[in-house]
C-alpha cells in the first residue's frame, strides 16, 4: 500500500456541472447552496476514490477512511467541512457515514445478485444525499420516502446508462448477474459494442421498475414548503422520467442516453412551470 497516495491525487476533475442532475442550481435559495455544495464536494471526492481504476483497494479504503476521520475534525478537509456544517445547523453526520460506507461497499463489492440488492446499495450511495439536502431545508422527514424512492431511480438510471462504461473501466456491474444468467448470457456481454436483444429486454425490464420508484416519487416536490427546492426536485423528477423514456428505446451500449444540454433545458422549464402552476392554483 502506498501511504503517500492522496485523496486529491484520485481525483477526476468532474465538477457539479458536470452531472446527470442539477445539483444546486440557482434555484436552490442562497443560505442554503453552500451547505449542500459542502456535501457534494465531500461526496465527489469520496466517488472519485472509490471509483479510481488504477488505485489498488487497500489504498482506497485508507483515504475513505481518512475522509471519515474528517467528518469529525481530523482528516480530509472535504469531509471536515461537511462536518462543520452538520454541527452548526444540527444536521446527523450519518448522511456522510451512510454514503462513505457506499463507497467502502463499491471497492469490495462489484457485483449484484438481485434488484433488492441493488436498492438495499442506493439506500447508502443516494438516499442520503437527499435526505441531507432536506434537512438543510428544514423540510419534514416524512417526505423521506418519497426522497428515497427518487434518489434510488436517480442512481439506478445512471447504474443502466453506464452499465457497459462501468463493465470496462471500473469491472463493475450493477445490472443482477441472475437476471443474465437467465437470459443465457454472463456479464462479458457488457463489453460489447451493441447490446445483444436479450440484454436490452433486461435493462427495459430494470428501467420500468424503475419508473414504479418515480410513481412513488411523484408527489414528492409538491410536499415540499422550500418554493425553490420544489422546483429543483421537479426538475429532477421531469428528466428522471425522460431518460427511462430513453432507456426504454435506445441502447445504452451504442446510443447517445444522456441528456443534451438543449433537451435538459426544455425538460427543466416545462418542470418548473407545471411545478409553479400547481402552487398557485388551487387544489
Known amino acids: 500500500m502506498s501511504d503517500n497516495l492522496t485523496v486529491s491525487a484520485l481525483q477526476s476533475g468532474k465538477g457539479h456541472t458536470d452531472e446527470n442532475f442539477p445539483v444546486a442550481s440557482w434555484l436552490v435559495r442562497p443560505d442554503a447552496r453552500a451547505p449542500v455544495m459542502a456535501y457534494y464536494h465531500f461526496a465527489r471526492a469520496a466517488d472519485d476514490i472509490a471509483d479510481n481504476p488504477d488505485a489498488p483497494a487497500e489504498d482506497k479504503l485508507r483515504l475513505l477512511a481518512w475522509m471519515r476521520s474528517g467528518l469529525d475534525g481530523e482528516g480530509d478537509p472535504r469531509a471536515q467541512a461537511l462536518g462543520k456544517v452538520c454541527r452548526e445547523r444540527g444536521i446527523s453526520l450519518a448522511h456522510g457515514h451512510d454514503l462513505l460506507d457506499a463507497f467502502v461497499q463499491d471497492c469490495r463489492v462489484a457485483r449484484y445478485q438481485s434488484w433488492d440488492g441493488l436498492i438495499d446499495y442506493c439506500a447508502k450511495s443516494a438516499m442520503p444525499v437527499g435526505r441531507y439536502v432536506l434537512d438543510v431545508h428544514g423540510e419534514d422527514r416524512a417526505l423521506w420516502p418519497m426522497n428515497d424512492a427518487l434518489c434510488a431511480a436517480l ?101 447517445p442516453v444522456h441528456h443534451s444540454k438543449p433537451r435538459a433545458a426544455t425538460l427543466a422549464l416545462g418542470a418548473v412551470l407545471g411545478q409553479a402552476l400547481r402552487r398557485i392554483l388551487p387544489g
Open 155 to 255: 442512481q439506478v438510471i445512471n447504474h443502466l446508462q453506464d452499465c457497459g462504461k462501468d463493465y470496462r473501466t471500473i469491472d463493475r456491474v450493477y445490472i443482477p448477474l441472475p437476471l443474465l444468467a437467465a437470459a443465457g448470457l454472463d456479464e462479458s456481454v457488457l463489453g460489447e459494442a451493441k447490446a445483444r436483444p436479450e440484454l436490452l429486454a433486461i435493462i427495459r425490464d430494470l428501467t420500468r421498475q424503475t419508473q414504479g420508484l418515480l410513481r412513488q416519487s411523484a408527489g414528492f416536490a409538491k410536499g415540499i414548503r422550500d418554493t425553490r427546492l420544489a422546483l429543483e426536485v421537479a426538475i429532477i423528477q421531469r428528466l428522471a422520467e425522460d431518460l427511462c423514456q430513453v432507456l426504454l428505446v435506445r441502447d445504452p451500449l451504442c446510443d
